[in-house]
């Protein structure tokens, strides 16, 4: 990556002792933007403010010449003016965009230099109210699948185009409410009010949507794990960012686990499956044994 220099700033940092700060710039894909400096007081950079209160460090970044994806990691606090434990688990801040690039707090009028721009947030480790980055260069696009691979299980997505089935139509998309949340789980299980058909384990593996606008969870997806017809008791994959409360509405797409056996037996759209059941596993090992007369 081509970077420009000021020439007061190339002298600045030929010295034996430098005054140099970092700024990041994390870019959501709803477009809000995050600022801010491993400094110990904020900055303000082009009429933009860099907080320090939230201050982001990171590790030396890992660059080469070769096609290898270029990383490094970055460390953040976790606090509700700014990047939150919430929001990071919620999916918010997935795929989002860092620029980075450093400033001589000293003097702020030599201008910058960027030491990256456009990598990506990849996975995210929460612990102790802090969060480890892993910050990925552009060279993750060329990772990124462009056509379909053969595979044993299905690759269309449920409900799509490819897969064909009306959703709406066939009966396969149900709404409800919650009734009472569990006390010791609250964000992971609760019990729905009644109505739901839970016959037959077709929700485990269905996706839920939170549907009641200005809930905190409003908008947010998850799988369902576990779904008790008996007492009405739905058990989520994973916890929500936040607590589930009584009255939330929801609405569940029934899940798929993508077999040719499924979609032919359950669905009847053998036609549209999208996969490859017959092809030989990789890995698996045939013996081929040839049979000589005897002498």
């Known amino acids: 990556m081509k970077t420009a220099i000021s020439a007061e700033l190339l002298a600045h940092l030929a010295q034996e002792v430098t005054t140099i700060a970092y700024c990041w710039v994390i870019t959501r894909r709803d477009a809000v933007t995050f600022r801010f400096t491993d400094h110990d007081c904020d900055l303000v950079v082009s009429t933009k403010t860099y907080l320090a209160s939230s201050a982001m460090g990171g590790t030396d970044v890992k660059q080469n010449r070769s096609l290898a994806v270029d990383n490094m990691e970055a460390m953040a606090f976790l606090d509700s003016s700014s990047i939150t434990d919430a929001d990071l688990r919620g999916g918010l801040f997935d795929g989002a965009t860092v620029d980075l690039f450093m400033v001589n707090w000293a003097d702020l009028t030599m201008g910058v230099l960027w030491v990256l721009r456009g990598w990506q947030f990849g996975s995210v480790e929460i612990r102790d109210a802090t969060c480890t980055v892993e910050l990925r260069g552009i060279g993750q696009t060329l990772e990124t699948n462009i056509c379909d691979l053969y595979s044993e299980t299905c690759r269309a997505d449920f409900g799509d185009a490819q897969c064909g089935i009306d959703l709406e139509g066939s009966g396969m998309m149900q709404g409800g409410a919650v009734d009472s949340v569990s006390t010791t789980s609250p964000r992971h299980r609760f019990v729905a009010s009644s109505g739901l058909d839970m016959t037959g384990g077709q ?30 008791t739905i058990t989520l994959f994973g916890p ?38 017959w092809v030989p596993i990789s890995g698996l090992s045939i ?9």
Do not use: Q
């Open 203 to 232: 929700l485990v593996g269905a996706v839920l949507t939170w549907t009641s606008t200005g809930t905190s969870n409003f908008g947010l997806s998850v799988e369902i794990g576990a779904a008790d017809p008996l007492t009405d």
């Open 240 to 277: 929500m960012p936040y607590d589930i409360s009584p009255g939330d509405d929801f609405l569940i797409v029934r899940g798929c686990d993508k077999t040719f056996t499924t979609c032919e037996g359950v669905f009847a759209n053998a036609l549209n499956f999208r996969g490859e059941p």
């Open 287 to 295: 013996r081929m044994v040839r049979n000589h007369p005897a002498k």
